[in-house]
């Protein structure tokens, strides 16, 4: 089956430092990809959704200058949390689609970032 | 019109008791509703999902049942086990994998031995 590997699965970082995070499509082509963020006991919030090649469309309230997403291949999709700060402590989910496969959504086992 | 509503906000089953989990929507253009299992620390899995078309799948242990005129779709687990224990997520999507899911805000389950 469709399989997303995303890196780190954790990560601790120092305030004002940046961290990028990986979704890799390992054996599909992911023509879009989700960002989504969960805090605990919450549910998934959705960050930005970008197709390959494009820029990155972002959801209400969520800074595109903070949150950057590159989705510059077929099978790769990246998100840098810049100038990271305690509030953006969360756990980060990817999700990818392949419209050769409609209704499918595959998402990656999420990031646990800490930021000190 | 976005939101999907979804019911229980937690549930405590019984070893082998069914569990179910409630979610209504607004958007008639949904036409895609997939549960979600999440374990802490994971990311959300696929666990069955339904199109508007029939009123019922089941796969093993799990039934969705579906009615459209309601807007209604429920997630039945039979004989519930200790491994189930985690937190359920409904989800609507329209238009195919393009197109973002709405998520329900999750049901946390735990099943007692």
């Known amino acids: 089956g469709a399989v997303v590997s995303q890196h780190p699965s954790w990560v601790i970082c120092k305030s004002g430092t940046s961290v990028k995070i990986e979704c890799r499509s390992l054996?599909?082509?992911?023509?879009?990809m989700f960002w989504y963020r969960q805090f605990p006991k919450q549910s998934l919030m959705l960050m930005a959704t970008?197709?390959?090649?494009?820029?990155?469309?972002?959801e209400q309230g969520v800074e595109k200058d903070k949150f950057l997403i590159n989705h510059a291949s077929l099978t790769l999709s990246t998100l840098t949390v810049t100038s990271a700060h305690p509030e953006d402590s969360s756990f980060y989910i990817c999700?990818?689609?392949?419209?050769?496969?409609?209704?499918?959504?595959?998402f990656g086992s999420g990031t646990r970032l800490t930021v000190v | 019109q976005q939101q999907v509503k979804q019911s229980p906000q937690s549930l405590i089953v019984q070893k082998g008791g069914i569990s179910i989990i409630n979610c209504a929507y607004e958007?008639?253009?949904?036409?895609?509703f997939p549960w979600y299992q999440q374990f802490p620390g994971k990311g959300p899995a696929l666990l069955i999902a339904?199109?508007?078309?029939?009123s019922e799948k089941k796969e093993g242990r799990f039934t969705i049942s579906f009615n459209k005129s309601a807007k209604q779709f429920s997630l039945h687990i039979m004989d519930s086990q200790p491994g189930d224990s985690a937190t359920y997520f409904c989800?609507?999507?329209?238009?195919?994998?393009?197109?973002?899911?709405?998520f329900g805000k999750g049901t946390k389950l735990t099943v007692n031995p």
């Open positions: 999700s990818a689609s392949d419209r050769g496969l409609p209704y499918g959504y595959t």
């Open positions: 054996d599909f082509q992911a023509t879009t």
């Open positions: 970008s197709n390959e090649g494009s820029k990155a469309t972002y």
């Open positions: 958007n008639t253009a949904f036409d895609y």
């Open positions: 339904i199109r508007p078309d029939v």
């Open positions: 989800a609507a999507s329209k238009g195919g994998g393009s197109e973002k899911l709405v």
